[in-house]
């Protein structure tokens, strides 16, 4: 049998980060909250981030450290709850956490720790949370949205979607949130994975030989690179700056690598000079891992000692080394995606409060927006921040 409707000032769909974080900061603003997931815990995606530690921010926090179609969206969110804002939080939990490289943060413990800590935010006088119930309807009328989950009904007067984007749908990840902003008549930006192992066809499978191997590089697309670590795997490539390439790669775009980051264009030439009876061999494995080489010289189809090649062929295949083309085939997907590009148009909302500006009441935070963060704790800052911006209107 039903329950009877229960009334609420906000309703949240989805106890993610961004919705947890809008609970709590409406909560203690005296709201009644309603905070419903699928799930059958809070903070599913917080729990598995950073192997299990969360990369809950990164100090390097910056706008242009973000994708979107507008690439102002993000800026007045972001100023209003910076990484300082949430550290502050988590040191104030007594959270002992750490810098791990290029300004992301971790917990020296658990992620589950970050989970406890935004659900004691909730005051439980306030925010009300529903697990595991499949919600089956959401409409909207007389200055109200009704929301059926399971065999109970709630109403609010407003409603903030935070049900992230279709990436890792083994943790229950669907399009909920874009099926539910068309039904209100919101534009959507076409989701696509980012952060995503790239993989690679034809010609270069042979590369896929080299599963395991990993090396220093710079990931180049179009005018966008990253330094650091590529990886490759048993269907292309992976590792740091791969992901972070992803996220700005189109079908049909090669990806640029360079092997040898920290030598300059003449470097083979000079170690001719230097050391003329050096095979090319031994020349190229002093800086990159022995299989890695192999396969690499072979496509380069030089050999011989340094002394006995031109000048010509060594500045090519110094070349060719830092600037290796290849062209992947597609990504590994959403199944193997970190997030989720795209989304809940920027058009369609107030960068200020993440209201909907022709649907009052209804609100869209954190991955289900259209906003992309880099690889490194960026998007758990976005969740924070957008939460935050929506918990402080609702």
Do not use: M
């Given at each position: 049998m039903a329950k009877p409707p229960s009334h609420y000032d906000a309703i949240i769909l989805g106890a993610g980060g961004a919705g947890l974080m809008c609970a709590a900061v409406a909560g203690q603003r005296g709201r009644k909250i309603l905070l419903i997931d699928h799930a059958d815990e809070p903070g599913k995606k917080i729990l598995i981030?950073?192997?299990?530690?969360?990369?809950?921010?990164?100090?390097?926090?910056?706008?242009?450290?973000?994708?979107?179609?507008?690439?102002?969206?993000?800026?007045?969110?972001?100023?209003?709850?910076?990484?300082?804002?949430?550290?502050?939080?988590?040191?104030?939990y007594g959270i002992d956490w750490h810098e791990k490289t290029l300004g992301q943060l971790f917990c020296d413990g658990s992620a589950r720790q970050i989970v406890d800590m935004l659900m004691a935010e909730c005051p439980d006088q306030a925010v009300s949370l529903s697990l595991g119930k499949e919600i089956t309807d959401v409409s909207h009328s007389d200055g109200r949205y009704r929301v059926e989950y399971g065999r109970e009904t709630a109403f609010a007067p407003s409603l903030v979607v935070a049900t992230g984007g279709p990436s890792i749908p083994k943790m229950g990840a669907t399009g909920f949130a874009y099926d539910l902003a068309r039904k209100f008549g919101l534009k959507i930006v076409e989701p696509r994975p980012a952060l995503v192992p790239l993989t690679l066809g034809g010609e270069e499978t042979l590369f896929r030989s080299l599963s395991g191997v990993s090396a220093p590089v710079i990931a180049r697309c179009g005018k966008t690179a990253f330094r650091e670590a590529a990886l490759f795997t048993h269907k292309g490539l992976s590792g740091p700056a791969i992901l972070q390439i992803s996220s700005f790669w189109q079908h049909g775009e090669p990806v640029e690598i360079d092997f040898i980051p920290d030598l300059p264009g003449d470097w083979l030439i000079q170690a001719k000079r230097?050391?003329?009876?050096?095979?090319?061999?031994?020349?190229?494995?002093?800086?990159?891992?022995?299989?890695?080489?192999?396969?690499?010289?072979?496509?380069?189809?030089?050999?011989?000692?340094?002394g006995n090649l031109t000048d010509k062929k060594l500045d090519e295949a110094a070349r060719r080394l830092s600037h290796w083309r290849f062209m992947p085939n597609g990504t590994e997907g959403f199944a193997k995606a970190e997030v989720t590009a795209g989304g809940i148009s920027t058009a369609e909302i107030s960068s200020k409060n993440m209201e909907a500006s022709q649907v009052p009441g209804l609100y869209a935070i954190g991955e289900a927006v259209d906003v992309t963060g880099w690889l490194g704790g960026y998007n758990f800052q976005w969740a924070w921040a957008s939460g935050h911006a929506a918990g402080k209107a609702i």
């Open positions: 981030s950073g192997g299990g530690r969360c990369n809950f921010t990164n100090s390097g926090t910056a706008p242009d450290r973000f994708l979107s179609q507008n690439r102002h969206f993000a800026k007045s969110a972001l100023s209003r709850y910076s990484p300082a804002d949430f550290i502050a939080l988590v040191d104030h230097q050391l003329p009876r050096l095979s090319f061999k031994k020349a190229i494995n002093a800086h990159l891992p022995a299989r890695l080489t192999e396969t690499l010289i072979e496509r380069i189809a030089l050999e011989g000692e340094l």
